[in-house]
């Protein structure tokens, strides 16, 4: 199930499971957000679209879950990511979907520049003129939590409640105990990543190579809201699909199951 790529840039983890009956569709490559890793598909998305029929992989970006360049994580930059996306790719070795979350968004974008692939998934994606506006209204109107996710790089998990993470993260009925079990797996993230994204070196829209583009989000996300939604599907000239009542971890909500058969019912009908 697990798998690695060995070369003289970090090594990869990449998580995989075959499908029992295959379908004649592409592979799918998942791509976490910030401070996360490829464990945040393992639970639902990577098992559920598999026993569907597609063969699907989840990455761990560079300094992050069981990859490689931990000591180097906030030399990394987007495009550094990016780059790994595209050593991924190239050891399926066969077209591929991505699907990037949130960072994992904004990953897919840039690579998207330099590399050719049969669709894109982006959920709850960090839109195309980055983190700037998001961050700007969640210091204005949630202060506490702002703060607490700026804490997260000094510290990791032990920086942030899990009462906070589920603000941030969840709806708020979900159990803290299951919030806690994520927050266990809670780092730091790329401070080069998140200068990035706030404006430093972000992807050039008009640049990327076209393909289609599935834009998915959620009306209860606490970082990026509807219009941030928007922003992203009219930069890739397609309509958005919103969840109602869905939060920014959309693959660990109670619901996943939803954005999960609408992500492989899309795919299959590419």
């Known amino acids: 199930m697990y798998g690695s790529l060995l070369s003289p840039d970090p090594e990869l983890e990449i998580?995989?499971?075959?499908?029992?009956?295959?379908?004649?569709?592409?592979?799918?490559?998942?791509?976490?957000?910030?401070?996360?890793?490829?464990?945040?598909?393992?639970?639902?998305?990577?098992?559920?679209?598999?026993?569907?029929?597609?063969?699907?992989?989840a990455l761990s970006l560079r300094g992050h879950g069981g990859s490689g360049g931990h000591q180097y994580l906030?030399?990394?930059r987007i495009r550094d990511y990016a780059r790994d996306v595209r050593r991924a790719l190239q050891h399926i070795g066969k077209p591929t979907v991505l699907v990037g979350h949130s960072m994992?968004?904004?990953?897919?974008?840039?690579?998207?520049q330099q590399q050719s692939v049969p669709g894109a998934v982006l959920m709850a994606s960090v839109p195309p003129s980055?983190?700037?506006?998001?961050?700007?209204?969640?210091?204005?109107?949630?202060?506490?939590?702002?703060?607490?996710?700026?804490?997260?790089?000094?510290?990791?998990?032990?920086?942030?409640s899990a009462r906070s993470l589920r603000r941030a993260l969840f709806r708020r009925d979900t159990p803290l105990d299951r919030?806690?079990?994520?927050?266990?797996h809670i780092q730091s993230e790329s401070l080069g990543a998140l200068m990035d994204m706030s404006g430093v070196d972000l992807p050039n829209a008009a640049a990327r190579i076209p393909c289609e583009t599935l834009v998915l989000g959620g009306s209860a996300d606490a970082l990026f809201k509807v219009s941030d939604v928007e922003e992203t599907a009219r930069a890739f000239g397609v309509e958005p699909m919103l969840f109602k009542t869905m939060p920014h971890a959309m693959m660990l909500d109670r619901d996943?199951?939803?954005?999960?058969?609408?992500?492989?019912?899309?795919?299959?009908a590419l």
């Open 130 to 160: 980055g983190l700037t506006r998001p961050s700007m209204r969640l210091a204005l109107s949630d202060p506490p939590l702002f703060q607490q996710l700026n804490m997260v790089q000094l510290g990791g998990y032990h920086m942030i």
């Open 179 to 184: 919030v806690a079990r994520y927050l266990g």
């Open 74 to 76: 906030h030399f990394s």
């Open 104 to 112: 994992g968004g904004l990953v897919v974008q840039r690579t998207l």
């Open 256 to 268: 996943w199951e939803t954005v999960a058969d609408t992500v492989t019912d899309w795919v299959l």
């Open 15 to 57: 998580v995989h499971q075959p499908p029992s009956k295959p379908a004649d569709a592409p592979a799918v490559l998942l791509v976490h957000g910030a401070y996360t890793g490829a464990w945040c598909w393992e639970s639902h998305f990577l098992p559920h679209m598999t026993q569907r029929g597609l063969e699907v992989h």
